[in-house]
């Protein structure tokens, strides 16, 4: 049996029975009941992830994906492809908007080459995982294999469990790859049914002439692939990216050890629209960090059952969304668990 295949089948339901002991905890705490709104959310949904009535965040992780796309070549993008590489190097050297983010929230970032079109050296923190030089063109065919497409998913996975047996018990996901959101439009369209000028954006800020092609590249990429919606890896294989498989897989990895995960924004996103429909269960494990400025982000959520937690314009990627809400899943954690109740506080509870 393939990794993908054991841990698709082992996925479990959440603790429903959990997450109401939980709140019962929370309505004694020496606040009104349900003040802390979403936080409180937060707090009942990781006990149910967790299974534990009273669980600790220590070590967030962020796992950052990195691989190129064949569809740069249609000219959907203002950016060269070279830049993908260029910004793995940036990050290992802590000076991007996720190093920063990150180190605020006290997470650690971890960057995994599945498919860039550079050959790395041995260098610190960069995780060496390729599987191609980018995927092909998916303008004119299969972006991959779908034996690949496997593969990806599992490098995934494995990324998530090596950071949980160091530990993590917070994960998150990011991505890098100039073209990407040209892949994840694609996916959603072919997921949704939605006509892609609807669920296609801006991308790193387009003009009119570069969106209007990039809209007629994801049409033809349809058009060409007929990617069959009832079949995830058809669709993840034909339109989609190695580092969307990537998030996709390391949601998959997060949800069979338990451990919750926290979305970027559309590129993430996609990556979790591919994971719940390979298992369904899966969402229960997510968290939508924010509702970025592309305007197929909504209607992914959507799709996805997820409610974000920000809305702060935020359209860059690479994890940043997500290691702005790794603070708030960890202070609905830290409600529950370090806020004291009306007894053990020796305040009056409400009269009626």
Do not use: C
């Not at 603790?15 to 709104?37: F, N, V």
């Not at 072919?190 to 296609?200: I, M, Q």
């Not at 979305?263 to 993430?268: W, Y």
């Amino acid at each position: 049996m393939r990794k993908l295949e054991e841990v698709l089948q082992g996925i479990q339901p959440i603790d429903q029975a959990l997450a109401l002991q939980a709140q019962k905890r929370l309505d004694h705490l020496t606040k009104p009941k349900g003040s802390l709104g979403r936080l409180e959310e937060l707090a009942r949904r990781v006990v149910a992830i967790t299974g534990n009535l009273r669980p600790k965040i220590e070590k967030k992780q962020i796992l950052l994906f990195a691989a190129d796309h064949g569809v740069v070549e249609e000219g959907v993008t203002l950016y060269p492809q070279e830049v993908t590489a260029q910004m793995v190097f940036n990050f290992l050297k802590g000076g991007a908007a996720i190093n920063v983010l990150a180190r605020q929230a006290g997470a650690e970032v971890e960057v995994f080459d599945l498919g860039v079109a550079f050959e790395f050296p041995e260098l610190p923190g960069l995780k060496q995982a390729k599987l191609a030089h980018g995927t092909s063109n998916m303008a004119k065919g299969p972006a991959m294999s779908r034996d690949l497409a496997v593969s990806a998913l599992e490098a995934g996975i494995e990324a998530a469990e090596a950071a949980i047996a160091q530990g993590a018990d917070l994960l998150a996901t990011g991505d890098m790859g100039i073209g990407n959101t040209t892949a994840s439009s694609a996916i959603l369209a072919a997921f949704s049914g939605l006509p892609v000028a609807e669920v296609t954006g801006r991308g790193t800020g387009i003009p009119d002439g570069i969106w209007e092609r990039k809209v007629k590249v994801i049409e033809q990429a349809l058009e060409v692939n007929s990617p069959d919606p009832a079949d995830p890896l058809d669709v993840l294989s034909k339109v989609g990216g190695l580092e969307i498989a990537g998030i996709a897989g390391a949601a998959l990895g997060g949800a069979f050890h338990r451990v919750p995960v926290i979305l970027d924004g559309f590129i993430s996103g996609a990556g979790g629209l591919v994971a719940t429909r390979l298992q369904p269960l899966v969402g229960e494990y997510l968290f939508a960090s924010h509702l970025s400025q592309e305007p197929g982000h909504k209607e992914l959520l959507k799709l996805m059952s997820q409610r974000p937690l920000l809305n702060l314009d935020l359209r860059l990627g690479e994890g940043t969304g997500a290691a702005l809400a790794m603070a708030l899943v960890e202070a609905g954690v830290r409600i529950l668990t370090e806020m004291a109740t009306f007894k053990e506080a020796g305040v009056s509870q409400e009269a009626l």
